[in-house]
């Protein structure tokens, strides 16, 4: 397998975590963590396996330091590359926008050609709706540690599990 670039943005440190421990679980080797706050966006593109991850911020916003980076990524061509996706939301407090900023990170690189990977289901998770869920799945791993924090660990392994085969 080729080196995996993680790439986060994180404003109080939830992704941040969870970026470490899906590091861990791929394999801390195969594995470089960038935070896009200090992070060129054009460095995605020295990777063909490629890990987002993001916040939900204001009302489905994306976070901050994805905001700032958003329209050089929109500049990128993700032909050939292989892109999965995390996200950090609650779902009680923001239900009809849960981890939306998940799924506008994904509508921005699935333009742009990427090859996605790593769907996640819906259930075990209650809310009403989410830019992230397309054809009944989260298009990526959707964790809430506000609410949901002793299921993070578990989600990890099994998704991380699940990516190991789909990357290049
Ligand atoms: C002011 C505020 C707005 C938020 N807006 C959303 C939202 O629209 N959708 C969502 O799913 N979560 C939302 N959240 C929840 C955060 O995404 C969640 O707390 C997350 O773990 C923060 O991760 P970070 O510390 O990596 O930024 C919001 C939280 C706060 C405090």
Known sequence: MKKIGLFY??????????ATAIAAALGIGNVTLH????????????YDNIILGTS??????????WQNALSE???????GKTVAFFGLGNQYSYSDV???AMGILYETVH????????????AGYEFDESRAVVNDNFIGLALDNDNQPDRTPQRIE?????LKNLFQ
């Open 56 to 65: 939900t911020w204001g009302f489905g916003e994306l976070q901050d330091d």
């Open 111 to 122: 333009k742009k050609g990427a090859d996605i990977v790593g769907a996640w289901p819906t």
């Open 98 to 100: 849960f981890q939306d």
């Open 9 to 18: 943005g994180s404003t109080t440190g939830n992704t941040e975590t969870a």
């Open 35 to 46: 935070d896009i706050a200090e992070t060129p966006p054009e460095t995605l593109s020295s």
């Open 158 to 162: 099994q998704w991380a599990g699940q």
């Open 73 to 79: 990524i929109e500049n990128l061509d993700f032909t």
